[in-house]
């Protein structure tokens, strides 16, 4: 019998509806569409990607009981993810079946070292399978530890690069970075053992393994790792015994040719109350450090995870949220969860009002200085010249003009260096812009009309630090 799926439906709303609360039940069923029935698999259209995670993370069960009912044991769930700002723009799908990865399973973690004598057990890897290197974008500030990176999974204890100590500040993709090694080699490689975990973990074992007196059946353990991720060393600092125990780990992986990965939110060299000797062996292979993206980087980023959300942005928009959030990622991720949580729940309209309150959340005090690019894009905006021709050659006197004019504001109204404020327009020499500076400045003390023009955009400046 061919079932009708509103039918079908309306009859599963009904259920649910007994069971939960008004609120949520006008929040999270009500903008539900029904799309088909196939095969007893019945399709709903829900308006994003949030709010699918939404309903599995909460609602799972109620959707599961009332579509059994309705269809029978083998009663399936499908969903279409559709649009985001009230436009289609697609359709994804996704099963109720599908595993979802929880990370900080703590109480599936079992300690394999207890295991006696079995050594081919393919072991938990506990890496987050989010973390790859198809969603991992890489620009100039990540090029290179990107590329090792990259290197590494092709051939993990193969390179020069053993260990890879990948540092830099917190949010700026480490343990994206290593994860997504150990991702592409559990992938690749059927027979290696790849383990991921943070130092604070790592501790715990160590102190774990000197109570219960197996310290030998702990480093036994590790020698069958052939892949060791471990995420954060700065948290060795003051942990003699641990560093102990992780120099003898490190010396046994890296004497049989096993690759080891740390992360840390220092270079090795500036880590503190860590031992010489591992300090040195960290920079045995190749330590390379993930630096702040870019403007163009970070728009490429946020594609990625606008993508990821099934949203689309006007380009203005995402220029803004690219030229506050600058110093990192998370933030930006954050930004854009945000927006879909506001689009959702409070069925706002993502407009740039709604943007700037959403940064505003995210930007501290100290952030608030404002950037070259956002020095840039007000002066394009204010001669209406394209932002991209201040980085062009183009000698055409209005670009001429918005381009020195933008470098002189940069260099008064921000700390970069003249050798930043030149790389940002085009990759000019510090003496270029020494010479835009000047002729600003002469123009200035010339010509009164060019001094209220510099004026008014001073102001835009200034207002749009407090706006920020
Ligand atoms: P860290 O370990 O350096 O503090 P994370 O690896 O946790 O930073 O990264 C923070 C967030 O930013 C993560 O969600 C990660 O997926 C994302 N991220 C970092 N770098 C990139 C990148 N190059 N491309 C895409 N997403 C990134
Ligand atoms: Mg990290």
Redesign the pocket.
């Known amino acids: 019998m061919i079932k009708d799926h509103i039918l079908v439906w309306n009859n599963c709303l009904a259920h649910i509806r007994k069971t939960i609360d008004a609120q949520p039940f006008k929040t999270w069923f009500e903008p539900i569409k029904p799309v088909r029935i196939i095969n007893e698999v019945l399709t709903i259209q829900v308006p994003n990607k949030f709010f699918y995670e939404w309903l599995e993370e909460h609602y799972v069960n109620v959707l599961k009981k009332a579509v059994k009912r309705e269809l029978g044991p083998n009663g399936n769930l499908e969903y279409n993810i559709m649009v985001d700002n009230h436009r289609q723009i697609g359709t994804h799908k996704t099963k109720t079946a599908e595993p979802k990865f929880k990370e900080n399973e703590e109480s599936k973690f079992i300690n394999p070292f207890v295991i006696p004598g079995i050594k081919k057990v393919k072991l938990d890897t506990h890496l987050n399978p989010?973390?790859t290197f198809d969603?991992?974008?890489?620009?100039d500030c990540?090029k290179f530890p990107g590329s090792a990176g990259i290197a590494i999974a092709k051939k993990p204890g193969g390179t020069a690069f053993n260990p890879l100590v990948i540092y830099?500040?917190?949010?700026?993709?480490?343990?994206?970075?290593a994860q997504a090694i150990g991702n592409e080699v559990f992938k690749t490689f059927e027979d290696r053992q790849v383990l991921y975990l943070t130092t604070e973990k790592f501790t715990n074992q160590v102190i774990q393994a000197i109570k219960s007196n197996s310290v030998n059946d702990f480093m036994i353990f590790y020698q069958m790792i052939d892949v060791l991720i471990i995420?954060d060393i700065q948290f060795l600092s003051n942990r003699p015994k641990t560093q102990e125990i992780f120099f003898n780990i490190f010396n046994q992986l890296h004497q049989s040719g096993k690759q080891i990965i740390l992360?840390s939110d220092r270079a090795p060299k500036d880590l503190t109350d860590v031992d010489e000797r591992l300090i040195s062996r960290f920079k045995w292979g190749l330590v390379a450090d993930?630096k702040t993206?870019d403007f163009e980087?970070r728009l490429k980023?946020l594609d990625?995870?606008l993508e990821k959300e099934g949203l689309e942005l006007p380009k203005e928009i995402k220029d803004y949220i690219c030229i506050h959030i600058k110093n990192n990622?998370?933030e930006?991720?954050g930004v854009v969860i945000s927006l879909v949580a506001q689009s959702t729940l409070n069925k706002r309209i993502i407009d740039l009002s709604l943007v700037k309150d959403v940064v505003r959340q995210f930007v501290s005090q100290v952030d608030r200085e404002i950037s070259v690019e956002s020095i840039k894009h007000l002066v394009a905006k204010h001669f209406d010249v394209p932002v991209e021709k201040l980085q062009s050659k183009t000698r055409l006197r209005d670009v001429v003009m918005a381009r020195q004019l933008s470098m002189y504001l940069a260099k008064n109204y921000t700390s970069s260096s003249l050798k930043t404020i030149g790389d940002s327009f085009g990759g000019r020499d510090h003496s270029t812009v020494i010479h835009s500076l000047k002729a600003v400045q002469d123009l200035i003390d010339t010509d009164l009309l060019f001094m209220d023009k510099v004026n008014i955009l001073v102001k835009k400046v200034q207002t749009s630090l407090v706006n920020v």
């Open positions: 989010i973390y969603n991992f974008v890489i620009g990540n830099g500040d917190v949010g700026l993709g480490k343990t994206h970075l995420d992360t993930l993206p980087t980023i990625k995870k990622i998370r930006l991720e």
